[in-house]
C-alpha cells in the first residue's frame, strides 16, 4: 500500500506539471479575454520590495527630473502590479490635444457594443471613411479629420457630464478639449484591467479592442524613443500649439508601468508632430527622457 500511494502521488505530481507549462501566457501578443485587456508581457520577479519602497523611488526620480525642465510637466507613474503610485501636478489641466481622441473612441466602443450604433455607417470625416475605420484611425494614426468626426458623432462637450460622474473630473470634449494627467492614468489603467466600459462580454470585447488599438500606435516619437528597442508599450499621443503629451502602459521585467506625461505651455512654434522642428525635437525629448528615468527606476530594485 506503501507502494502504491507512492506511485500516486509521483503521477498527481506528473500531471500537476504538465498542466503549468506552455508559453502562451508570456506571449506578448497574446490579449486576454476575461477580465483583462492587457496584452503586454508581466515578467514574474522575485522581489518582495513592498509598494511604499517602489512608490518612493518612483517620486523621486519624477521629481528630480521635472525640477529640470523649462517648462511645466504633470505627470502619473502607477506600478501596475504592486499599486505603488507617484505623482506629479497630476490634477493640473492642460489643453489634452489628441488625447480627447481616447474619451472620443471609448464612447464609440461602447455605442457600437450596446447596438446604438453602426460601425459601417458613415463617419463624416470627408473621406468616405466608415466609423470603424475612424475608430481605428483616430488612434493608430492619430487622424485629426476621424478624430473630429468622431467628436461630432458622440455630442462633444455634451458627453462631459458622464465623463465626470465616470471620475474623469478635470476632462471636458467641449472645446477647447482638456484633460488631466490623472484623468489619462485613470482611463489607461481602466482600459488595462478591462474595466473602463463596464461588465458584459460586448463591453469586455470593445474594450479589448480599443486597447488593441493603442497597442498597434504608429506615432512613437516620444516614449518609446526612450525605452530599450523593442519594449512593448500601448500609448497615445497628443501635441498642439504649447503642449506635448504621450501616455501609455510600458511592459518592464516587474511588469506592467502606467505613465501618462503632460508637458507645457512650450513657446511657439511648438508644437505640432505634422510639421516637426526644433521646438518640437526638444519637447519630444524631453518626454523621452522622462519615460527612460522612470523605466529605469522601475528596472531597479534592492532585492533583484
Not at 503586454?40 to 526620480?61: G, K, V
Not at 512593448?232 to 502602459?249: C, E, L, N, Q, S
Request: hydrophobic share 40%.
Amino acid at each position: 500500500m506503501q507502494g502504491m500511494r507512492t506511485l500516486a502521488f509521483v503521477v498527481v505530481l506528473a500531471l500537476l506539471g504538465a498542466g503549468c507549462g506552455g508559453s502562451g501566457g508570456d506571449d506578448p501578443a497574446t490579449t486576454s479575454t476575461t477580465t483583462a485587456v492587457t496584452t503586454t508581457t508581466t515578467i514574474p520577479t522575485t522581489t518582495t520590495e513592498p509598494a511604499s519602497s517602489i512608490a518612493s523611488r518612483l517620486q523621486s526620480t519624477i521629481d528630480g527630473y521635472v525640477g529640470t525642465q523649462a517648462v511645466p510637466f504633470t505627470v502619473v507613474a502607477v506600478d501596475l502590479t504592486s499599486g505603488a503610485r507617484a505623482a506629479h501636478l497630476a490634477d493640473r489641466v492642460l489643453l489634452s490635444a489628441s488625447l480627447y481622441k481616447l474619451f472620443v473612441a471609448a464612447e464609440l466602443e461602447r455605442r457600437i457594443a450596446d447596438g446604438a450604433l453602426d460601425p459601417t455607417g458613415p463617419a463624416g470625416d470627408g473621406s468616405g471613411r466608415t466609423v470603424e475605420q475612424c475608430l481605428d484611425a483616430m488612434i493608430v494614426v492619430s487622424d485629426n479629420p476621424c478624430g473630429v468626426a468622431g467628436l461630432r458623432i458622440v455630442g462633444g462637450g455634451a458627453l462631459d457630464a458622464s465623463l465626470h460622474a465616470a471620475g474623469y473630473e478635470g476632462t471636458t470634449l467641449g472645446s477647447p478639449q482638456q484633460t488631466t494627467a490623472a484623468d489619462v492614468a485613470l482611463f489607461l489603467q481602466r482600459a488595462h484591467d478591462g474595466s473602463l466600459l463596464g461588465a458584459g462580454a460586448g463591453h469586455l470585447e470593445a474594450t479589448k479592442h480599443l486597447y488593441g488599438l493603442l497597442q498597434r500606435q504608429q506615432v512613437n516619437d516620444r516614449l518609446p524613443t526612450g525605452l530599450p528597442p523593442g519594449t512593448p508599450i500601448a500609448h497615445k499621443t497628443g501635441d498642439r500649439r504649447t503642449v506635448a503629451h504621450d501616455a501609455g502602459i510600458i511592459t518592464t521585467a516587474r511588469g506592467p508601468l502606467l505613465l501618462a506625461v503632460l508637458s507645457g505651455p512650450w513657446p511657439l512654434p511648438c508644437c505640432d508632430a505634422d510639421h516637426p522642428g526644433a521646438a518640437e525635437a526638444k519637447a519630444f525629448a524631453a518626454i523621452a527622457g522622462l519615460g527612460r528615468v522612470v523605466y529605469e527606476a522601475m528596472e531597479t530594485s534592492p532585492a533583484r
